[in-house]
């Protein structure tokens, strides 16, 4: 299958005051259409640095990063920002909602960006937070919503472009056991309907859904199993 | 969502924030209004006050003001020679002698205007009549004296001239024709004005014939310029000054200092504002680093983010900015009073006086202090490592 996204022997080097730190050591990596990936490791061993530079929104020191056969490091800032508004949805931990905005406008932001028409948006938006579970929160502000419905929020927002693959880091590390058990069938049900899923975690059962697991260890995969 | 919407989103759904910015450049915004009004208000009241006597060149003997320096001499024959002019459209001989009259057990100091009777006024009539016609003894009084000495047209007045060596000369006679608005008086000055010839007789001057300083009226097909240009033609010896002459010399010397401080006020007021907003904004951004972040990690351009805290700051100065306008007018109302009521300031004289460019100024440093105010938080949020802030917001 034609992978969405092919890292090549890719590294992150850090500059520090105390000396250069190694997050990426020649790391190599395919995620093709389909793909449920999980990133499993120590802190500090390189999983969100992986999650960032395959997200774009970090650029690799060395190595080849290629988005649908196109070298991510040739691209200018504005292409990269296109690139992420259109193919690529993000998640994070602590959510990052805008807080001035309701839900349903967070859910809009991105496509409003990308150029879609409002009554189509407005309808896609109602669509994912019925997918998601918050149609009735739909005017809700984020500080008006639990955790687990801000991370839910915050994949509606993910997916709001439908984008072919999916980053998420750490999305149950703020959230309870029950609520995190319900984001991962979330994101279950979104690879089931076709979406890449790249997860990063600490989590065992989160990364147990996944179908191929990576682990990390000093900026190195050091195992990938199929599950 | 255009990043317009965005920033007003956010400017009204956080308003004790907002609130906060806004009435922080309300309150610097009215300072900086005012001094832009304090700036050429003198100027411009002062050239209005010339403009109200109606005369726009005035023909004294030397260079110095006019009623310090030495009288013209021949003054009837010089206002002839001057009214002859083909620039010229009427003259008026000024001759101004102190005063005084009873009131009660006190002496009143009263300023005596001496002009002719049958020439334009420089006093505006608001009761009674005009001295014109009604014979040397008749006088016309300014408000300040009626109230005080409950004088009203018809009433009876004795002046007594304080004419130095000839001090002792009798009592004159008068009646008041009229109450009359002077425009240099004082609020407390007590101005009367009556014939030319009776200015002369308060002291025993029965046939000098001097006067303080001649005003005259150009034709306005002439112009003030060409009037003033030939009167230095024809007579050399006198000095010549128009209406717009005395403005730029005013302007130079005792109106500079307000200007000066207005513009330092200004400069300063200017100085806090840009900070307030700045701070308020960059508190902002650095709060929201996560946000922003993500916002670009999802797609959004960094013109576009940027654009957004532009707007904000340019949402949150351009209220005050807005609000500051009737701050700053209730401030100058208020400001103009206190300083009038110094002494010796013509009553119709304003320190603070508005004009539409005041308002195009304010509006463009206004603008420009958005712009600046936004210069520290934009470069953040254009500099802002995406990875690095996602990565130190998710452990901080």
Redesign the interface.
């Known amino acids: 299958m034609t992978p969405i996204v092919e890292a090549r022997s890719i590294s992150r080097v850090f500059p520090m005051p105390a000396g250069p730190v190694t997050a990426l050591r020649d790391v190599s990596l395919s995620i093709a259409a389909g793909d449920y990936l999980g990133v499993v490791g120590p802190s500090g061993c390189g999983k969100?640095?992986l999650l960032?530079?395959l997200?774009c929104?970090?650029v690799p020191t060395s190595g080849t990063l290629l988005f649908h056969d196109r070298d991510v490091g040739s691209l200018a800032?504005?292409e990269r920002?296109?690139?992420?508004?259109?193919e690529?949805?993000?998640v994070?931990?602590?959510f990052?909602?805008?807080?001035?905005?309701t839900a349903a406008?967070n859910v809009?932001?991105?496509q409003?960006?990308?150029g879609a028409p409002r009554a189509e948006r407005r309808r896609r938006t109602m669509a994912l937070l019925e997918y998601v579970g918050l149609a009735a929160r739909a005017d809700h502000?984020p500080s008006e919503l639990s955790g687990g419905e801000m991370q839910r929020v915050a994949i509606a927002?993910?997916l709001a472009?439908r984008p072919r693959l999916l980053l998420a880091?750490?999305p149950t590390g703020e959230l309870d056991q029950g609520t995190g058990e319900q984001i991962a069938t979330l994101l279950d049900r979104l690879h089931a309907d076709g979406t890449a899923v790249v997860v990063v975690t600490h989590d065992p059962a989160i990364a147990g859904r996944a179908r191929r697991l990576l682990r990390m260890r000093d900026g190195r995969i050091v195992d990938e199993a199929p599950r | 969502?255009?990043a317009l919407r965005?920033a007003w989103?956010?400017v009204v759904?956080?308003p004790a924030r907002s609130c906060l910015g806004i009435l922080g450049v309300a309150a610097v915004g009215a300072l900086l209004f005012d001094m832009l009004l304090l700036s050429r208000g003198l100027i411009l009241s002062f050239r209005d006050l010339l403009d109200r006597a109606g005369f726009d060149v005035r023909v004294v003997a030397s260079d110095t003001l006019p009623f310090n320096g030495p009288r013209l001499e021949d003054a009837t024959a010089l206002a002839r020679l001057i009214a002859s002019l083909p620039e010229v459209e009427a003259v008026q001989q000024v001759r101004v002698a102190d005063a005084e009259t009873a009131s009660g057990d006190f002496r009143r100091r009263i300023e005596f205007v001496g002009a002719d009777p049958q020439a334009r006024p420089m006093w505006t009539i608001v009761a009674g009549q005009d001295i014109a016609g009604r014979g040397e003894a008749a006088l016309v009084i300014n408000r300040h004296l009626a109230q005080t000495l409950r004088l009203s047209p018809g009433s009876s007045m004795s002046l007594t001239g304080r004419c130095g060596e000839a001090q002792g000369a009798p009592p004159l006679a008068f009646t008041v024709a009229g109450i009359a608005e002077f425009p240099f008086d004082t609020a407390t000055a007590d101005t009367v004005a009556g014939a030319l010839s009776a200015a002369g007789r308060l002291c025993g001057r029965t046939t000098e014939d001097t006067a303080d300083l001649l005003v005259v009226r150009s034709r306005p097909d002439a112009g003030a310029d060409a009037a003033a240009a030939a009167i230095r033609r024809a007579r050399r010896d006198v000095h010549v000054v128009t209406s717009d002459d005395l403005v730029q010399q005013f302007n130079r010397t005792q109106f500079s200092y307000f200007r000066q401080i207005s513009v330092v006020l200004a400069t300063v007021t200017l100085f806090f504002g840009v900070l307030l907003i700045a701070v308020l904004l960059t508190v902002s951004v650095n709060q929201?680093l996560?946000?922003i972040?993500?916002?670009?990690?999802?797609?959004?351009?960094?013109?576009?983010v940027v654009s957004g805290i532009v707007w904000e700051s340019a949402m949150l100065v351009g209220a005050g900015g807005i609000l500051a306008l009737p701050l700053g007018t209730a401030l100058s109302v208020w400001l103009d009073r206190i300083l009038r009521s110094m002494p010796g300031v013509p009553a119709d004289l304003h320190f603070f006086v508005f004009e539409p460019r005041a308002l195009v100024i304010h509006a463009l440093l206004l603008a420009m202090a958005a712009i600046a105010a936004a210069a520290y938080p934009v470069r953040i949020v254009a500099a802002l490592p995406?990875?690095a802030t996602?990565?130190r917001?998710?452990v901080s």
């Open positions: 969100s640095t960032h530079v997200g929104v970090d800032d504005t920002s296109r690139l992420r508004l259109r690529i949805g993000f994070f931990q602590r990052f909602l805008l807080p001035m905005l406008e809009e932001l991105p409003a960006e990308a502000r927002r993910a472009n880091d750490e | 969502m255009r965005l989103l956010t759904r956080q929201h996560g946000e972040a993500t916002l670009r990690a999802i797609g959004l351009t960094r013109r576009r995406i990875a996602l990565r917001e998710a």
